[in-house]
């Protein structure tokens, strides 16, 4: 008798989680979550994470608070994020570097993308080159035809060597059938600006957003976006498609979940990301900031993702092979 009652109390206990899990994955979010930002506070990155948050906040009904956890170019976040209980209460923010440089050079052991669930894609972020002021060149035509004339002497910025810039212009150099002198700046966009404006340079290879302060001043002017489309605050600049140029590159932000996260928190989520980013308040922020707002959803990020690294990885077999870049 006591066997059966026990096995009665076992089958109502079940009964009872069975029924009180969904509903408390409902009930999502019920506390603060947190959002770890892989890089610096006050950058690019952090600065677009921080504004969608603050909107989804509001359709979420809870804080959004930002961590910044650097290092590793943002492996040291990525993988707090990948540690984390998969309850949606921890998540974090993927670019470029998380997806294709820490995997590729295999930098951090224990670091896998498949210990993450995406979540949705907030921004699409192309490359551009970028000329000083006064430099001759007032067309991309312009730039291909002087390094055309003087190979190995037109001097660019790019950033470190093995870099997404790199990779971009290496591509130009292929398309164009060109020798440029490309010099690498580590550090991101930054030693680029001191570069150009102490003159060392005339041209670097960038994100419009990373040069915004020396366009809008006018000390520097956009040549063409490595994007299928006008860009929605530089909208003078062209686009590589209206350009005649089969080159795409640039970087964009992603938020993720742990592995294993809920389905129906991971698409609470996405929801929330999605209507912040598509929502006036952020489209008029981020129509100032030289950026593209370009939302795919959990399982189109994730697809995108693989084909991203499918193709990079490849490039980079190839400059390793060719002994462009170190084995």
């Known amino acids: 008798m006591h066997h059966l009652r026990t096995l009665a109390a076992t089958a109502a206990t079940a009964a009872i989680v069975a029924i009180a899990a969904p509903a408390a994955a409902q009930d999502y979010p019920t506390k603060d979550i ?105 067309t991309i035509d312009d730039l291909i035809a002087a390094a055309k004339e003087a190979p190995g002497d037109v001097k660019v910025a790019i950033q470190n060597t093995g870099s997404r810039t790199h990779l971009a212009m290496l591509e130009l150099e292929k398309l164009a059938g060109i020798d440029l002198d490309l010099i690498p700046y580590p550090g991101g966009a930054g030693p680029q600006k001191e570069a150009m404006l102490s003159g060392e340079v005339v041209i670097a290879v960038t994100s419009l957003g990373d040069f915004a302060n020396l366009l809008d001043e006018g000390d520097a002017r956009g040549l063409v976006e490595f994007s299928d489309a006008p860009n929605p605050t530089y909208s003078d600049v062209p686009d590589a498609k209206s350009a ?6 640039g970087s964009f932000i992603i938020v993720a979940a742990p592995a294993r996260t809920p389905d129906d928190v991971v698409a609470r989520l996405a929801e929330a990301y999605q209507q912040a980013l598509e929502g006036e308040e952020f489209q008029e922020w981020v129509s100032k900031v030289g950026v593209t707002p370009g939302w795919l959803g959990p399982q189109e990020v994730t697809d995108w993702v693989a084909e991203q690294q499918e193709a990079v990885f490849a490039q980079f077999d190839k400059l390793k092979a060719d002994g462009v870049i170190a084995q």
């Not at 005649?244 to 590159?249: A, Q």
């Open 244 to 249: 005649g140029l089969d080159l795409r590159s």
């Open 34 to 138: 947190r959002l770890v930002v892989p890089w610096g506070a006050g950058g690019g990155t952090d600065g677009i994470a921080r504004k969608v948050s603050a909107i989804a906040e509001k359709e979420l009904g809870q804080t959004v608070y930002v961590e910044n956890v650097e290092g590793g170019m943002s492996a040291n976040g990525i993988m707090n994020v990948m540690a984390a209980r998969p309850d949606g209460y921890t998540i974090g923010v993927l670019t470029y570097d998380s997806v294709i440089t820490v995997p590729y050079q295999q930098l951090l052991p224990g670091y896998e993308l498949d210990k993450l669930q995406m979540i949705g894609r907030l921004t699409n972020e192309s490359d551009a080159i970028i000329v000083a002021d006064d430099a001759p060149y007032q």
